[in-house]
């Protein structure tokens, strides 16, 4: 069975860092892409990041722009989020996701991905 499993939340004073895995089991996604959505709650879930399947194109929310990198080492079939300089209002449940659609997709759309990880709690206090 397929499954995305995200690892590296917690909770961390404003301006810190984290850094978010997401590895992949039972089927390999070094072929698709993937993105980083976040939940915040009573909020929809929203675009964070995203990457092609070489780990090129990156793309980020304004939000987040300058502070995160997304990144993948197909090698080991795992995605990170290095998240720097972190606010308060980056608290949420992060969400890895990977697409497996062909052709002109958005990918800063929850709609455009097939398959999500559990999600990890990102907690940043003031």
């Known amino acids: 069975q397929v499954q995305l499993v995200e690892s590296g939340g917690g909770l961390v004073q404003a301006g810190g860092s984290l850094r978010l895995s997401c590895a992949a089991s039972?089927?390999?996604?070094?072929?698709?892409?993937m993105g980083w959505f976040r939940q915040a709650p009573g909020k929809e879930r929203e675009f964070v990041a995203s990457?092609?399947?070489?780990?090129?194109?990156?793309y980020y929310a304004d939000s987040v722009k300058g502070r995160f990198t997304i990144s993948r080492d197909n090698a080991k079939n795992t995605a990170y989020l290095q998240m720097n300089s972190l606010k308060p209002e980056d608290t949420a449940v992060y969400y890895c996701?990977?697409?497996?659609?062909?052709?002109?997709?958005?990918?800063?759309?929850?709609?455009?991905?097939?398959?999500w990880g559990q999600g990890t709690q990102v907690t940043v206090s003031s």
């Open positions: 990457t092609n399947w070489s780990g090129g194109l990156p």
């Open positions: 996701a990977a697409s497996f659609k062909s052709g002109g997709i958005k990918l800063t759309v929850k709609e455009s991905y097939d398959l």
């Open positions: 039972g089927r390999a996604v070094i072929y698709y892409p």
